[in-house]
């Protein structure tokens, strides 16, 4: 089993800057996505942004611009740059991996637990 560690989330300033990171507990052999989505009270879980298998990145159309996914393959680590940062960004964040394991022949979908970033002055 993967356990995916996120953190960074918190309070902040509307134009102020977070960075989140996601670590997977369990060293990852080959991934389809590593991603990041969002859910804000009363909404649809969403889809952020998104680095999908040959390096291609994704960005939902409402932080283009001002959000930046990478990843660090050494520390089995995602991260979700989050600036210029509006009201309209508060949400929980969810980190997913849909990755293969060392030990583990198939693919599966891995979430971390969530972590509230909340916009406002």
């Known amino acids: 089993q993967v356990q995916l560690m996120e953190s960074g989330g918190g309070l902040v300033q509307p134009g102020g800057s977070l960075r989140l990171s996601c670590e997977a507990s369990?060293?990852?052999?080959?991934?389809?996505?590593m991603d990041w989505y969002r859910q804000a009270p009363g909404k649809e879980r969403e889809l952020v942004a998104a680095?999908?298998?040959?390096?291609?990145?994704n960005y939902a159309d409402s932080v283009k611009g001002r959000f930046t996914i990478s990843r660090d393959n050494a520390k089995n680590t995602v991260y979700l740059q989050m600036n210029s940062l509006k009201p309209e960004d508060t949400a929980v964040y969810y980190c997913?991996?849909?990755?293969?394991?060392?030990?583990?022949?198939?693919?599966?979908?891995?979430w971390g637990q969530g972590t509230q970033v909340t916009v406002s002055s």
């Open positions: 997913h991996y849909n990755a293969k394991v060392w030990g583990v022949s198939s693919y599966a979908d891995y």
């Open positions: 369990r060293s990852i052999f080959a991934f389809n996505a």
């Open positions: 680095i999908i298998r040959g390096g291609r990145i």
